[in-house]
């Protein structure tokens, strides 16, 4: 069996898949790649199935050495790649011999690079997924120097293709599309055309559970809380300070503070690749 040597992981690395679904009532979040697009095209590329796992790698510094000969792809922010000291290309088919040096480099834009391994990462699952759930400290830990991390057994079809054209991934600037609601009702008007007027940034406190935003502070129409309701991804909650937080992947899945809108799920995506210092416009879901 084939095996990923972890020699370093950068800022942060886990493994991924495409989450745990139908535990929400245990609450037990669905977790999964921040980016799904990129997560599902690693896959393609090395012909597995969309659910086998890759690793995530947040703002670039995974180094991995092949035990045993691989086929992989690297996808999302583009960031520099190096096989044994050479230069390699994202979104393409590549086959490390044994013993052979993966690198990637700090992304030039956006935030989060896929690591696919034809066979997938085949860690144990937890629940049936093999996501690392960073915000309930679910699945597979957070790989760390040293590790070896085995690869599945290669599915039966092959790799179709040599490179993928892909669109930008990760902007100086990013519109979301958003619809209002369920607790619209607990804000202003004016912090209605705020959220739709006006530039937030993306700070640096945030992560797979959600990014936090500075921006306008978003006034309330009414005092009190709520009791905790369901939360979803790309949920639009307020704390007190009015400064929204955006849910991702490792949201909770409930919450008190309310939500005064929620982000499209088909732009989740480049939410999740929006790096501290990038620019957010919401505009309306239509």
Do not use: K
């Not at 690591?115 to 679910?138: F, H, I, K, M, Y």
């Amino acid at each position: 069996m084939s095996r990923l040597e972890i020699l370093a992981t950068g800022p942060m690395t886990t493994v991924q898949d495409i989450g745990r679904r139908g535990h929400a009532a245990l609450g037990v979040g669905r977790s999964g790649a921040a980016d799904p697009r990129s997560h599902a095209l690693a896959n393609r590329l090395v012909a597995n199935p969309v659910g086998a796992a890759t690793l995530e790698v947040t703002l670039g510094g995974l180094r991995v050495r092949a035990r045993g000969p691989v086929t992989v792809a690297v996808t999302g922010a583009p960031t520099p790649v190096r096989v044994d000291g050479r230069g390699a290309a994202l979104d393409e088919v590549l086959h490390l011999a044994d013993g052979a040096e993966l690198s990637l480099g700090t992304p030039a834009r956006g935030l989060r690079t896929y690591l696919a391994v034809r066979g997938g990462v085949d860690v144990p699952p937890v629940l049936r997924s093999r996501s690392t759930d960073v915000l309930a400290g679910l699945g597979p830990a957070v790989p760390g120097p040293g590790d070896l991390l085995p690869v599945g057994p290669a599915p039966a079809a092959l790799p179709n293709l040599d490179h993928a054209p892909t669109a930008p991934v990760g902007a100086d600037e990013v519109t979301l599309r958003v619809r209002f609601g369920p607790r619209d009702d607990w804000f202003t008007e004016d912090a209605h055309r705020a959220l739709l007027s006006s530039p937030y940034e993306v700070t640096s406190r945030s992560d797979r559970v959600g990014a936090r935003l500075s921006g306008p502070a978003l006034e309330r129409a009414r005092e009190g809380e709520l009791p905790s309701e369901g939360m979803v991804p790309g949920s639009l909650q307020i704390p007190p300070d009015g400064e929204p937080v955006l849910f991702l992947a490792d949201h909770p899945v409930t919450g008190g503070y309310p939500v005064i809108a929620v982000v499209c799920s088909d732009d989740l995506p480049d939410a999740a690749q929006a790096r501290p210092g990038t620019r957010i416009r919401f505009v309306p879901w239509r």
